[in-house]
């Protein structure tokens, strides 16, 4: 018998068995019904044969005995040990309860869903990208290197390819090193469109230090790290699936990437990449990887300081600490061999070191966020419960009878606590069912706007975890909400109930003030949730009012990367590429002939894209450049101004004449002429990077190039014709619909080169928002949970007065025929509402001032004390009150009288 098996054999041996428990306790409870009726019926006789009335002696005869009910009560309790039986008739019960009250049902049930269901989407995301550990073994050991820059203020650069040899070479608190760069990649099939491959270039020993084996082949070996070995390639195992359709015979063969072969040395698995796009975007400035997506093939290093010298910094770094090392050590011992290499180098000048767990560098930046939206859904939650709490309340107070007659029939407390706990059970059990169909659409709805940096995206599911931790909160709100009632059926004096005098009593006006604090607290959460989603707002707003230095509405981009094979780059021929220019020239002319195109150019790096840094100077201010930070270079063809709408200052722009046979040329940014000639001219200044002189001719507004929220840094822009690029962007400019002009854009490209891939096509709009997706998102979330918070709350307003207005008809009466006005009768009802609203705001507020420290660090042109929103918020949420009173102060106004009164 497999476990399985033997597994359903004893749950179905369970199930028969209760359900013969229950079939045998309702016979029996038959039993005992007729065994005390005919009791009740001989000793009726008796009492007939002494001559008492038939009435009289029926009367005497339940006295003496115990009506049908209690008797079947204390038979139950004397049997004992029917749980389950017991269990299923109150179920039965709360059925038959729920059908005759289905307003209260409904209303509760779906509050309880909305409340469950976006507790349960939040915690998908947390425990989909959060609380699942790294995929990775012992990942607790692996750390980033990271190197700073005093002079720019920057500290976490990648490395050069010299300095990362000295500190894998120096180090005695890692077991391990390795490097790592994001490349981008043509793969030309056999047949077929090209296609753009991520790629990451690693040094050897970096499957084995993040602990990833093969699932086909082998891994990298040393040879194959050495420059000019043999060039191989290790498959990702989606691109393998995808491409080659799982087949293992692959390795061993040969595909082309970028025009070269490379032999298919084995596959790694899906998750062998994870991090290395978090890693990439948390660097001060972007390498070339625009990892969007998993890598598609990985290739060794073979790197050299020839090749890469140390003034370079395109290499990550990531270490495996020893056993007996801890990042402190690490640190420190970092710390003497970056100061060792400083001191011997100069390029290392104002250079340090940074390490940090990888951990923290992936789920640092996602994790306030995503604990702010915890935070803010467990409010959602709370302010359901109070609403549940507020429906609780009111019909305890009408089924106050019912507990009368029970009790005096003879059910005891606990046996009725029992029944109110089985029915709010009940209740957030079925609100639970409800609220995870919600969570699994609005996951559907929300997983496509997750940030693209946020790790594991694909991992946010609705899976036995999440539906553990629902039941869990589905029991833990049906338990609190079961205690409810049963306080107040301790309350209840049966004697008074029974005679109809239990109205009014105190208990009546505690129901009441209990009901008024609650509906202050919703307010006031509410209000709390809805500033800070408030403050988001505001902080979105202010980005998008930000001048990102050039207008991409209009804009279509294609990013390219031209393979060396067909596209020579000889350094010692720099900028004389012929085979680039060719392609630039042949490209932008074939492009700004399409019909509709305005204009049109090609960059190194579009407008949202850092691209690199280099270290520069001022002919004649050599000595002041060490101080300086490392300048953002831009290649430009002449038309980009033109094509991005950009401002220029001072000088001239960049001309066709400025071609590879005129004087070698630059203009540069605001930024840069505040940072570097403040109080001089910066026009004819010549200035100096990658060892090539160039003159001052312009000056240019500033690019917010990492995002409107980031200040734009100082940047250079050279000619394409004097500064050749090997991968970018096309930029179109159109009045065209640009899904439309896509299409012929790419047919333009392959025109001049059939096996170049194009990657990135898309409106440069588009791009510009995704900078904006993380600030985004949080206050979509936000503002939906704040929305909802707000319509629970006045909906429990609503509920408050209305019960308030329908309890106090006889009062209102009183007063209409004593003269009052009907406008009277419904300011009554609204003054108390607004007394309410007023409190719960001003409650609001004063936590809000506190909550709203949650959100600083996501701001932007707003501070967390923001007058405009704080009031801003108070009206709207006062106004929204009154609005939720309007129902219940119309119905006071319609109360008519003599009705009223003769009702009473």
Avoid at 22 to 41: K, M, N, P, S, Y
Avoid at 408 to 413: I, R, T, V
Wanted: net charge positive.
């Amino acid at each position: 018998m497999t476990p399985f098996t033997d597994w359903w054999v004893r749950l179905r041996g369970a199930l028969v068995a209760a359900l013969a428990g229950v079939l045998a306790g309702a016979r029996r409870d038959r039993e005992h019904v007729d065994e005390a009726q005919f009791h009740l019926e001989m000793s009726a006789a008796r009492f007939e044969r002494q001559g008492v009335p038939r009435d009289e002696a029926w009367r005497r005869a339940r006295l003496a005995f115990g009506g049908a009910q209690q008797v079947r009560e204390q038979a139950r309790d004397a049997r004992g040990g029917e749980p389950f039986a017991t269990v299923a008739r109150d179920v039965r019960y709360a059925l038959r309860q729920l059908q005759h009250s289905p307003g209260f049902a409904l209303a509760a049930v779906i509050t309880l869903a909305l409340g469950i269901g976006a507790n349960t989407a939040l915690f998908s995301v947390f425990d989909g990208v959060l609380r699942r550990p790294l995929p990775f073994p012992a990942a607790d050991r692996l750390v980033i290197v990271w190197e700073t820059d005093r002079v720019s203020g920057t500290t976490r650069e990648p490395g050069s390819w010299p300095d990362y040899v000295d500190f894998a070479a120096e180090s005695r608190t890692m077991a391990s090193m390795a490097a790592f760069t994001g490349l981008e990649s043509n793969f030309t099939p056999a047949r077929g469109e090209p296609q753009r491959l991520a790629t990451m270039a690693v040094t050897h020993g970096y499957f084995a230090l993040m602990g990833v084996g093969t699932l086909h082949g082998r891994s990298m070996a040393a040879t194959d790290d050495v420059p000019g070995a043999a060039p191989v390639v290790v498959l990702g195992e989606r691109f393998w699936r995808a491409r080659f359709g799982g087949n293992p015979a692959v390795v061993g063969t040969t595909i082309r990437l970028d025009d070269a072969p490379r032999q298919v040395i084995g596959i790694v698995p899906a998750g062998a990449d994870f991090a290395v796009d978090q890693v990439h975007a948390r660097a001060a400035y972007h390498g070339p990887y625009s990892g969007v997506g998993d890598v598609d093939a990985w290739i060794p290093m073979q790197a050299s300081e020839a090749s890469y010298p140390r003034d370079t910094h395109p290499f990550f770094m990531v270490g495996r600490l020893s056993d007996r090392a801890s990042l402190a050590t690490a640190s420190d011992e970092f710390t003497r061999v970056a100061a060792r290499l400083e001191k011997d180098y100069r390029s290392n000048t104002g250079r340090g070191v940074l390490l940090e767990s990888l951990e923290d560098v992936v789920f640092a930046p996602v994790r306030p966020v995503i604990y702010l939206l915890l935070a803010a859904v467990a409010l959602v939650l709370l302010v359901a419960c109070v609403n549940v709490a507020n429906l609780l309340l009111a019909r305890g107070a009408a089924r106050a009878r019912e507990v009368a007659v029970r009790a005096a029939l003879g059910a005891s407390f606990s046996r009725l606590g029992q029944q109110f706990l089985v029915e709010s059970l009940l209740l957030s059990m079925v609100g639970g069912t409800l609220g995870v169909a919600l969570a699994w659409a609005a996951l559907r709805a929300l997983i496509p706007f997750l940030p693209s940096d946020v790790p594991r995206v694909d991992a946010v599911q609705i899976d036995a975890p999440v539906l553990l931790a629902t039941l869990a909160t589905s029991v833990l709100v049906g338990l609190a909400f079961g205690l409810l009632p049963t306080w107040q059926a301790l309350k209840v004096d049966v004697n008074d109930t029974l005679k109809g005098e239990g109205r009014g009593t105190s208990h009546g006006v505690t129901r009441r003030r209990l009901r008024e604090g609650l509906v202050v607290g919703e307010l006031a959460m509410s209000v709390m949730l809805v500033l800070c989603a408030g403050l988001m707002l505001r902080s979105v707003w202010s980005v998008l009012r930000v001048d990102p230095g050039f207008d991409a509405d209009g804009v279509l981009k294609a990013e390219f990367t031209l393979p060396a094979a067909r596209y020579p780059q000889d350094i010692k021929r720099f900028p004389d590429w012929p085979a680039t220019h060719a392609f630039t020239r042949e490209v932008l002319q074939r492009v700004r002939g399409i019909p509709g195109v305005e204009a049109a150019a090609i960059a190194s790096s579009h407008p949202l894209d850092a691209g690199f840094t280099n270290s520069f100077v001022v002919v004649g201010r050599e000595a002041e450049a060490r101080n300086w930070p490392e300048i953002s270079v831009r290649q430009v063809t002449p038309g980009y101004l033109a094509t991005m709408h950009g401002t220029l200052r001072r000088g001239r722009s960049l001309g066709d004449g400025d071609d590879a046979r005129a004087p070698l040329v630059a203009v540069i940014n605001e930024a840069a002429a505040r940072r570097y000639f403040e109080g001089r001219d910066p026009l004819g200044q010549d200035i100096r990077f990658w060892g090539i002189t160039r003159r001052i001719v312009g000056v240019v507004g500033d690019e917010h190039v990492r995002g409107p929220a980031e200040v734009a840094p100082p940047a250079v822009y050279a000619s394409v014709a004097q500064a050749p690029v090997v991968s970018g962007a096309l930029l179109v400019r159109s009045t065209r619909s640009l899904s439309e002009l896509a299409p012929q854009v790419q047919r333009v490209i392959w025109a001049v080169d059939p096996q170049l891939a194009i990657h990135g096509v898309e409106p440069l709009r588009e791009t510009l928002q995704a900078s904006l997706g993380s600030r985004r998102f949080t206050t979509v979330v936000l503002g939906a949970f704040a929305a909802l918070t707000l319509l629970l709350a006045l909906v429990g307003i609503h509920g408050v007065l209305s019960y308030s207005t329908s309890q106090r008809r006889r009062e209102i009466g009183i007063r209409l025929a004593l003269g009052a006005t009907r406008g009277d009768a419904a300011g009554l009802v609204v003054r108390g509402g607004v007394w309410l609203a007023a409190t719960g705001t001003a409650l609001g507020l004063l936590g809000a001032a506190a909550a709203s420290r949650l959100v600083t660090g996501l701001l932007f042109g707003v501070t967390r004390s923001d007058p405009v929103t704080y009031l801003a918020v108070a009206t709207l949420v006062l106004v929204a009150s009154v609005v939720a009173m309007t129902i219940p102060a119309l119905r006071a106004a319609r109360v008519a009288p003599t009705e009223a009164l003769r009702l009473e």
